[in-house]
């Protein structure tokens, strides 16, 4: 995850996780424009749940190559965004307004 905001080379194991939790403006040393964790590893039928922090103004979910959205930047701290990872491989994704400031993550998926 080369350049990802608060990335710091782990990868969060979810694999026994039911419906793990990736927060959504986290802080980093760019400010809140993080996810945390920004790398996680889960099993194939895992729903992943983004949850905003309400920091750093406006964000959004977008896979890299259209696998999932969350839509339109929002800032609420209650909004939250769910996705059922059913296929393995690795999923890349960025908050589209925050992406030059490194604002990226990713899922493992594993069988």
């Given at each position: 995850?080369?350049g990802?905001?608060g990335?710091?080379?782990?990868v969060?194991?979810e694999?026994d996780a039911?419906s793990?939790?990736?927060?959504?403006?986290?802080?980093?040393e760019?400010?809140?424009y993080a996810?945390d964790?920004?790398?996680?590893?889960v099993?194939?039928?895992?729903e992943?749940?983004?949850q905003w922090?309400?920091?750093g103004?406006v964000?959004n979910?977008?896979a890299?190559?259209?696998?999932?959205s969350?839509g339109d930047?929002?800032s609420?701290?209650?909004?939250?965004?769910s996705?059922?990872f059913e296929?393995s491989?690795?999923?890349?994704?960025?908050?589209d307004?925050?992406?030059?400031?490194?604002?990226?993550g990713a899922?493992?998926?594993e069988k």
């Amino acid at each position: 995850m080369k350049g990802a905001a608060g990335f710091d080379g782990s990868v969060a194991d979810e694999t026994d996780a039911k419906s793990p939790t990736v927060k959504v403006g986290a802080q980093s040393e760019k400010g809140p424009y993080a996810f945390d964790p920004a790398v996680i590893r889960v099993s194939t039928g895992t729903e992943v749940t983004w949850q905003w922090t309400g920091k750093g103004s406006v964000h959004n979910v977008v896979a890299k190559g259209g696998a999932f959205s969350s839509g339109d930047p929002v800032s609420d701290a209650s909004a939250t965004y769910s996705h059922t990872f059913e296929e393995s491989g690795t999923y890349l994704y960025y908050c589209d307004p925050h992406r030059s400031l490194g604002m990226k993550g990713a899922v493992v998926v594993e069988k």
